[in-house]
C-alpha cells in the first residue's frame, strides 16, 4: 500500500506562483510514472505533468513554460512549481503515482487563482 500526501495549495493572485509538494509513505518498490492532476469545477480530472521511468516529462500543452515538474527518488517526493498562474489554473491538485499496476492518488490539495 502506498499513501500520497500533497501541500502547499493555496490562494494567489493571476501571474503568482506557487509550489506543490507531495511526499510518499508505504511500500515503495519503484513507481512507473509519478506525476499531478487536476480537476476543475465541473470539469474531468486532467492530467498536468507527469514523470515516466527512465525521466521523460510530459506536460499538458496549456501549462508548458510555466510549470515545472520534479522528482526526488531518494526521498519519495515530487514537487510542482507553478509559476504565472492563470485563474483557468484554480483547481484540485491530486499527485498521483503507479506502482505495479495500480494508480494511487493523494487527497488533493486546492490551488486558487483570482484574476
Known amino acids: 500500500q502506498v499513501q500520497l500526501v500533497e501541500s502547499g495549495g493555496g490562494l494567489v493572485q493571476a501571474g503568482g506562483s506557487l509550489r506543490l509538494f507531495c511526499v510518499a509513505f508505504?511500500?515503495?518498490?519503484?513507481?512507473?510514472?509519478i506525476g499531478w492532476y487536476r480537476q476543475a469545477p465541473g470539469k474531468q480530472r486532467e492530467l498536468v505533468a507527469v514523470?515516466?521511468?527512465?525521466?521523460?516529462?510530459n506536460y499538458t500543452d496549456s501549462v508548458k513554460g510555466r510549470f515545472t515538474i520534479a522528482r526526488d527518488k531518494d526521498k519519495n517526493t515530487v514537487d510542482l512549481l507553478m509559476n504565472s498562474l492563470k485563474p483557468e489554473d484554480t483547481a484540485v491538485y491530486y499527485c498521483?503515482?503507479?506502482?505495479?499496476?495500480?494508480?494511487?492518488w493523494g487527497k488533493g490539495t486546492l490551488v486558487t487563482v483570482s484574476s
Open positions: 508505504g511500500n515503495i518498490f519503484g513507481f512507473n510514472a
Open positions: 498521483s503515482a503507479k506502482q505495479l499496476g495500480i494508480n494511487y
Open positions: 514523470i515516466i521511468a527512465g525521466g521523460s516529462i
